[in-house]
């Protein structure tokens, strides 16, 4: 996929078709990542709006973790900020 250090540079052309592709792929692995954070919330959390869903998603995909703290034993353990520490799991989180 790459040229060697043998081989001349790509032309300005091929090189930015790369780059676009490139830029493609990740913004599919962000959708996806999303698309799979929402359907996540959606099933644990079932009184949860789609907003609130996205949002919570793409803020644990940012790294800063969950805006809402869940309701039900299910989504505390599907939680990543969560899921590292069992003792959450073993029961439903104090309202």
């Known amino acids: 996929m790459y040229e060697s250090k043998t081989q001349p540079l790509l032309s300005r052309l091929l090189f930015l078709r790369r780059l676009f592709l490139h830029v493609l792929a990740t913004l599919g692995l962000i959708g996806i990542?999303?698309?799979?954070?929402?359907?996540?919330?959606?099933?644990?959390?079932?009184?949860?709006s789609w907003y609130d869903a996205l949002f919570n998603a793409a803020m644990m995909l940012g790294g800063i973790g969950p805006a809402a703290m869940p309701a039900t034993a299910g989504a505390s353990c599907s939680s990543p900020a969560t899921a590292f520490i069992p003792t959450w799991c073993s029961s439903p989180p104090s309202a």
């Open 33 to 48: 990542s999303l698309l799979l954070g929402i359907a996540g919330h959606l099933y644990f959390e079932p009184g949860v």
